[in-house]
T-cell receptor, first 112, second 115 residues
Framework: DQQVKQNSPSLSVQEGRISILNCDYT??????FLWYKKYPAEGPTFLIS?????DKNEDGRFTVFLNKSAKHLSLHIVPSQPGDSAVYFC???????????FGSGTRLQVQP | DAGVIQSPRHEVTEMGQEVTLRCKPI?????LFWYRQTMMRGLELLIY????????DSGMPEDRFSAKMPNASFSTLKIQPSEPRDSAVYFC?????????????FGPGTRLTVL
């Protein structure tokens, strides 16, 4: 039973345009959400997070939106750059438990 | 800080052999996590420790897997005996216990191939 789902395995966008990556979750106990970025042969690195008490968090070119009623979050990257090409994982946490539950990842390719 | 250190980076072994993966967390971090990444199941939690004590091992696939954290700066994940289906990338991560959440810092992973 996948508690965190990323339904798009891949996404291709042009440099300078917006990239939108989506994530859905089913577990109502999740109260903290994170996005991780992963390059080949490296471990995931933290990108941005959002608490369930907020609906938006912004950090430079990266913005995460949370819709609790729909159990949906999205990551917006504006403008997209070729260096953003990587696999993006959505992760969720029940902060009482600490461990992360990951989605299956979306491979983003930004075309120059 | 050097970040989370994992060794070896690559391991190739034959079915039935014992495999030991090692992890050195970031100094001062209270939590240590072991994850496994496979094509079929993605990134999944195996076990995590808080202050060297195992807290949740519900993700450990079976008795062939065991993990220890003898001190704050070292953890091992052992597979005995190994099977081809154990082939995966194994990640170690660590985090601080500040607040109600904490960013997890991942190591580079160990790619395990069991023939």
């Amino acid at each position: 039973d996948q508690q965190v789902k990323q339904n798009s395995p891949s996404l291709s966008v042009q440099e300078g345009r917006i990239s939108i990556l989506n994530c859905d979750y089913t577990n109502s106990m999740f109260d903290y959400f994170l996005w991780y970025k992963k390059y080949p042969a490296e471990g995931p690195t933290f990108l941005i997070s959002i608490s369930s008490i907020k609906d938006k968090n912004e950090d430079g070119r990266f913005t995460v939106f949370l819709n609790k009623s729909a159990k949906h979050l999205s990551l917006h990257i504006v403008p997209s750059q070729p260096g953003d090409s990587a696999v993006y994982f959505c992760a969720a946490m029940d902060t009482g438990r600490r461990a992360l539950t990951f989605g299956s990842g979306t491979r983003l390719q930004v075309q120059p | 800080d050097a970040g989370v250190i994992q060794s070896p980076r690559h391991e190739v072994t034959e079915m039935g052999q014992e495999v030991t993966l090692r992890c050195k967390p970031i100094s001062g971090h209270d939590y240590l996590f072991w994850y496994r990444q496979t094509m079929m199941r993605g990134l999944e939690l195996l076990i995590y420790f808080n202050n060297n004590v195992p807290i949740d091992d519900s993700g450990m696939p079976e008795d062939r897997f065991s993990a220890k954290m003898p001190n704050a700066s070292f953890s091992t994940l052992k597979i005995q005996p190994s099977e081809p289906r154990d082939s995966a990338v194994y990640f170690c991560a660590s985090s601080l216990a500040s607040g109600s959440y904490s960013e997890q810092f991942f190591g580079p992973g160990t790619r395990l191939t069991v023939l």
